[in-house]
């Protein structure tokens, strides 16, 4: 089973990006996803995640009211709508699911680099 993250890219401070994540080969409909960021020099960051039932979510103090975390009709696929950017959301960002305890994510796919310029 993979996660495959797409749509990172360059987006001047103020635009919108969204990021896709899906799942091939297997099903995480019922387990929670999430996106998690990593910029150079600093440490791994939760962006938001999302339960399996698409009705909790949790969002990193640095983004509330910015970013939002949906999952796809079919829960397999999670997207982060990220509006407002700034140049300190630049990173990469990845995706992952957590398949045995909730919270606690070991599958990841790819990271997508999104690039923010002032």
């Known amino acids: 089973v993979q996660l495959q993250a797409s749509g990172g890219g360059l987006v001047q401070a103020g635009g919108s990006l969204r990021l896709s994540c899906g799942a091939s080969?297997?099903?995480?409909?019922?387990?929670?996803m999430g996106w998690f960021r990593q910029a150079p020099g600093k440490v791994r960051e939760r962006v938001a995640d999302?339960?399996?039932?698409?009705?909790?979510?949790y969002y990193g103090d640095s983004v509330k009211g910015r970013f939002t975390i949906s999952r796809g009709s079919a829960r397999n696929t999670v997207y982060l709508q990220m509006n407002s950017l700034k140049p300190e959301d630049t990173a990469v960002y990845y995706c992952?699911?957590?398949?045995?305890?909730?919270?606690?994510?070991?599958?990841w796919g790819q990271g997508t680099q999104v690039t923010v310029s002032s």
């Open positions: 080969g297997g099903t995480f409909s019922s387990h929670g």
């Open positions: 992952a699911a957590d398949t045995k305890i909730p919270g606690r994510y070991d599958y």
């Open positions: 999302i339960r399996g039932s698409g009705l909790t979510t």
